[in-house]
């Protein structure tokens, strides 16, 4: 089983930065993708950006590019989330995930983390 610990939420004013971390516990074929979700309240949750341990193409929503960057530190077994330029419209409880594809979509991903939550003042 695949552990994902975040870490690096908190409170930012807009236009500010933040780089959220999630350490996983392993590294295997089952989750070879990694992929941030967000989740706000009254709202579904929605994909971020994803790419896999291994390099490769990046995804990113719309409403991110530009802006975040997602990247990996294979020898911690972490990845990250650097956001830029926040909006208060990115305020969230962010989710780390781990699956076997690289996709945009939640139900692909068989591990998440606990999710660190993120609020952009105006």
């Known amino acids: 089983q695949v552990q994902l610990v975040e870490s690096g939420g908190g409170l930012v004013q807009a236009g500010g930065s933040l780089r959220l971390s999630c350490a996983a516990s392993?590294?295997?074929?089952?989750?070879?993708?990694l992929g941030w979700f967000r989740q706000a309240p009254g709202k579904e949750r929605e994909f971020v950006a994803s790419l896999s341990w291994t390099g490769g193409r990046q995804y990113y929503a719309d409403s991110v590019k530009g802006r975040f960057t997602i990247s990996t530190d294979n020898a911690k077994n972490t990845v990250y989330l650097q956001m830029n330029s926040l909006k208060p419209e990115d305020t969230a409880l962010y989710y780390c995930a781990a699956g076997p594809v690289v996709t945009t979509t939640p139900g692909t991903y068989r591990y998440w983390g606990q999710g660190t939550q993120v609020t952009v003042s105006s």
């Open positions: 392993e590294r295997t074929l089952s989750s070879h993708a």
